[in-house]
C-alpha cells in the first residue's frame, strides 16, 4: 500500500492524526488509545483502526499506540518530513495571530515571508519576519522557494492576493476568508471553514 | 430520508454545501454545477450528486442547482435556521478577528458574549460587543443563551477556558488552538486544525 496513492479520505484523516499525536507528545504521553484518537478527532475508532491497520501493525491491545512510532510512520507515509515555506498575505490581526503562533511552526511549515499592501506596516517584523509590500510577491516567493501561500486578508481582497501567489508560482493557497476562489488547473484551494464546521456541530447538537 | 439522523460524513459535507451556496449568493449567481460546487470544497462531483440526490431532485441537467433553492432545502435539513448565540473567550488578535469578521452571522451564528482575563480589556468593545472578565461567564451564558463557546486562547489557557464554558454549561467548543481538550460525556469539540490541512494539501502536492 506504501507506494500507491492514497484516497483524499485517508490523507485528510492521516493528517489530522499526525497533529493530534503531535499535540499528545507535547503533553508528555508516549501512547494513544484509538478511543482518545476517536475524542480528539471526532472520527470513529473503528475507523481509525482501520486506516491504521492498512499500513502495519502498530497498537498493542490494552496499551494503545506508540506515539512516536507512530508521528514517525505516518510523515513517512505523507512524505512531509521536510521543512516547508509559507508566504503569508496579510498583516491585519488574523495574520499577527498566524504568524505569532506555533501552529504551523510544529509541523515544519515555516513562515518565511509576510505581505501586506499597507505601505504603514512594510518595513515592520511580524513573528520575526519582515513584512513585505504585496509588490515584492514574485521575486521573494522564487527567491524563498515558497510552495504554499497562506491568505489572511479580508473576504473582498481574497481573489486578488491569490492571485498574486499564482502568478509567482505558488500552487497551493490557503485561504482562511470565506471568499471562494477562483484558481487555474494545478492550483489548490484549501478553505478553513469555521462556519461549515459550526453548522455542523450544531446538527449533532439540536438532532 | 429527511427525519433520520444524517451520518456525521453526510452532514458535515451538506454544512459545507451550505457555507460555499452562501458565498455563492453573496457574488449574485442564481446557479451553480456539482463541478463547481466540487472546486470549492474539495469533494468529487459524483459524491455531491449522490449527497444531494437522496433528499430529492435540485439539479437540473446543464443549468446545475438552483442556489437559493438548495440553501433553504439544506437549512431544513440541518435545521439549522435559527440563530444561535456564541461566547467568545480570547480577545487577543485572533479574537479580534474573529469578532469583526462576518464569517459566523452570516450563518445566524451571533457573538453574544466576549470574554477575557486581561483587566485592561475588560469593559473596551470588540465587534460591538462589551468584553467581560471571565468570571462573569457563567452568569452570562445563562443570561444570554449561549450554546456555543468559541476559544481563541492560546493553547496553554485552552483547558482552562473550555472549562469555564463547560461550568456555565456549553455543550459545543469550537477550538482555534491546537490544545487537545479534556471534556465531559455530551460536550462536543471542534477544532480548527490549520496544519492538518496544510500536511494534507501538501500530500497530494509532493505525490
Chains 1, 2 share one sequence.
Not at 69 to 75: D, Y
Request: with cysteine; proline share 3%.
Amino acid at each position: 500500500m506504501s507506494d500507491k496513492q492514497l484516497s483524499l479520505g485517508v490523507a485528510a484523516r492521516l493528517s489530522r492524526y499526525l497533529q493530534i499525536l503531535t499535540q499528545t507528545r507535547k503533553t508528555g504521553r508516549n501512547t494513544i488509545s484509538s478511543k482518545v484518537l476517536s475524542e480528539h478527532s471526532n472520527i470513529n475508532p473503528t475507523q481509525i483502526r482501520r486506516d491504521l491497520s492498512a499500513f502495519g501493525k502498530f497498537g498493542k491491545r490494552g496499551v494503545g499506540y506508540d506515539v512516536d512510532h507512530l508521528i514517525s510512520r505516518i510523515k513517512q507515509i505523507l512524505h512531509t518530513s521536510g521543512q516547508h515555506n509559507i508566504a503569508l498575505v496579510g498583516c491585519g490581526n488574523l495574520g499577527i495571530a498566524i504568524a505569532s503562533s506555533d501552529v504551523f511552526i510544529d509541523h515544519g511549515f515555516r513562515i518565511a515571508a509576510v505581505f501586506d499592501v499597507d505601505p504603514a506596516k512594510v518595513g515592520q517584523k511580524v513573528g520575526g519576519v519582515l513584512i513585505q509590500h504585496i509588490s515584492d510577491i514574485g521575486a521573494t516567493v522564487n527567491e524563498k522557494n515558497v510552495i504554499i501561500g497562506v491568505l489572511a486578508v479580508p473576504s473582498k481582497g481574497a481573489q486578488g492576493a491569490a492571485q498574486g501567489l499564482i502568478d509567482a508560482g505558488v500552487k497551493i493557497i490557503f485561504n482562511y476568508s470565506e471568499a471562494l476562489l477562483e484558481v487555474p488547473p494545478g492550483v489548490t484551494v484549501h478553505s478553513m471553514s469555521p462556519a461549515g464546521e459550526l453548522l455542523y456541530a450544531l446538527y449533532f447538537f439540536l438532532s
